[in-house]
């Protein structure tokens, strides 16, 4: 018996044609963004993923305290916090960092870039761990002065002409020679340029301090464990105010939380669509039992029961949902697989779109609930239908 109800429901959504599929743009509208959105989201989060494990997961982040976004020339720590640090019995070696913006100047051109303070005696340890290797010219060596590595996109796409090892290159009226371009990252490595620390030291006027400290733990001591132990012995000499320490997990879960927040707002604009387009269901199921008052009547008068009439309007809506539905996933994740390879031309190919199967099954029944509940208040008002007045009703 049900299975007769659906087909006659599918049958009147048909005999509708146009006004069926006006209705059901809606939903497809709706889900499509939905779709679009969850999978383009998951895609970068699992590209974030796995580019924060190239920074090293073995390492720790001190920073000033309270600091809100990528550490700059405003927040500082003091050089004797190095010391301490290095003597922690769970560190293995501490990268210093100082971070400012200059003018850098190639073929005529000026732009202002991040500029990395790198120190250069443990070039052969910090870049190895974190798996950056040049693609042009080499790394640092302990013993450069007056050099500077580029990154990716500075050496390819900042500036007309390419900026290629061995260029002589000019950052704050200061003349660098480039001993090398990092590969190719997808993390913000490939929008810095690095110089020695002590060059940066002279150049900004920051003979006193750093801006942050890459703490590398041990190998066998728990990432978790080390970030206790230093925090505590921190502690003996400075005050909670003056600095955090970060693992790469609180790291990464701070992002995820940003990317998390976005993905709601934007989860929440595309769910106006989708309940536009369940009162266009609904519209339209009032339309239809207006139009079919009489053959309500017909149907109750040969022994139609109220439960029979509100089925056959509730099939209708939740077919009308889960074809919309269906379209709306196919439409959402071709704009999801489209963004993929837009993301990858323009030379971010670390986006990698994946369709769930259930998640595909979940929003297939998700649509056909909506379009259901949307279709509950006129298949009630159908059902409630006396057969001598629908059969009266002109």
């Known amino acids: 018996m049900a299975k007769d109800y659906i087909r006659f429901s599918w049958k009147n959504i048909r005999q509708r044609g146009l006004r069926s599929w006006l209705t059901i743009i809606g939903i497809v509208i709706g889900i499509s963004a939905i779709i679009s959105l969850i999978t383009i989201g998951q895609g970068v989060e699992n590209a974030i993923e796995e580019q924060f494990e190239k920074l090293g997961v073995r390492n720790l982040r001190i920073i000033p305290a309270n600091l809100q976004g990528p550490p700059s020339a405003i927040f500082t720590l003091p050089n004797d916090m190095i010391d301490k640090t290095e003597s922690i019995r769970v560190v293995e070696y501490v990268d210093k960092v100082i971070t400012e913006t200059g003018i850098l100047?190639?073929?005529?051109?000026?732009?202002?870039?991040?500029?990395i303070g790198y120190d250069v005696s443990l070039a052969d340890k910090g870049f190895a761990d974190i798996d950056v290797r040049a693609?042009?010219?080499?790394?640092?060596?302990?013993?450069?002065?007056?050099?500077?590595?580029?990154?990716?996109?500075?050496?390819?796409?900042?500036?007309?002409?390419?900026?290629?090892?061995?260029?002589?290159?000019i950052l704050e009226d200061e003349k660098f020679k480039v001993i090398g371009v990092?590969?190719?990252?997808?993390?913000?490595?490939?929008?810095?340029?690095?110089i020695p620390l002590e060059?940066?030291?002279?150049?900004?006027?920051?003979?006193?301090?750093?801006?942050?400290?890459?703490?590398?733990?041990?190998?066998?001591?728990?990432?978790?464990?080390?970030?206790?132990?230093?925090?505590?012995?921190?502690?003996?000499?400075?005050?909670?105010?003056?600095?955090?320490?970060?693992?790469?997990?609180?790291?990464?879960?701070?992002?995820?939380?940003?990317?998390?927040?976005?993905?709601?707002?934007?989860?929440?604009?595309?769910?106006?669509?989708?309940?536009?387009?369940?009162?266009?269901?609904?519209?339209?199921?009032?339309?239809?039992?207006?139009?079919?008052?009489r053959e309500i009547g017909v149907m109750k008068a040969i022994g139609a029961?109220?439960?029979?009439?509100?089925?056959?309007?509730?099939?209708?809506?939740?077919?009308?949902?889960?074809?919309?539905?269906?379209?709306?996933?196919?439409?959402?994740?071709?704009?999801?697989?489209?963004?993929?390879?837009?993301?990858?031309?323009?030379?971010?190919?670390?986006?990698?779109?994946?369709?769930g199967f259930i998640i595909i099954i979940v929003t297939l029944i998700f649509s056909f609930i909506v379009g259901a509940l949307s279709g509950v208040i006129p298949a009630m008002q159908a059902a409630k239908l006396k057969p001598v007045d629908a059969l009266r009703y002109e």
Do not use: C, W
């Not at 790394?139 to 061995?166: C, H, P, Q, W, Y």
């Not at 590969?183 to 690095?194: F, H, K, M, N, Q």
């Open 135 to 169: 693609e042009d010219g080499r790394l640092f060596e302990k013993s450069d002065n007056g050099v500077m590595l580029i990154g990716n996109t500075v050496a390819k796409e900042k500036f007309d002409k390419e900026i290629r090892a061995r260029n002589n290159i």
């Open 199 to 293: 060059n940066a030291r002279d150049m900004f006027d920051r003979p006193d301090d750093i801006n942050a400290m890459i703490v590398h733990v041990k190998e066998g001591i728990d990432i978790e464990d080390a970030q206790e132990i230093i925090e505590r012995e921190l502690l003996r000499s400075y005050d909670d105010e003056d600095f955090d320490i970060l693992t790469p997990a609180q790291i990464l879960e701070m992002i995820k939380d940003i990317l998390g927040a976005v993905q709601a707002v934007l989860a929440g604009i595309a769910t106006i669509s989708l309940l536009v387009g369940a009162i266009g269901i609904m519209n339209a199921m009032f339309t239809s039992v207006l139009e079919r008052t």
């Open 305 to 355: 029961k109220n439960s029979d009439i509100a089925f056959i309007f509730l099939a209708e809506a939740g077919i009308m949902g889960s074809v919309g539905g269906l379209f709306g996933i196919v439409i959402g994740t071709s704009l999801a697989f489209t963004v993929e390879l837009v993301a990858d031309a323009l030379g971010f190919p670390y986006i990698k779109i994946e369709i």
């Open 182 to 194: 990092f590969a190719e990252t997808g993390t913000e490595l490939d929008s810095r340029i690095y």
């Open 105 to 115: 100047e190639f073929n005529n051109e000026e732009k202002s870039m991040n500029v």
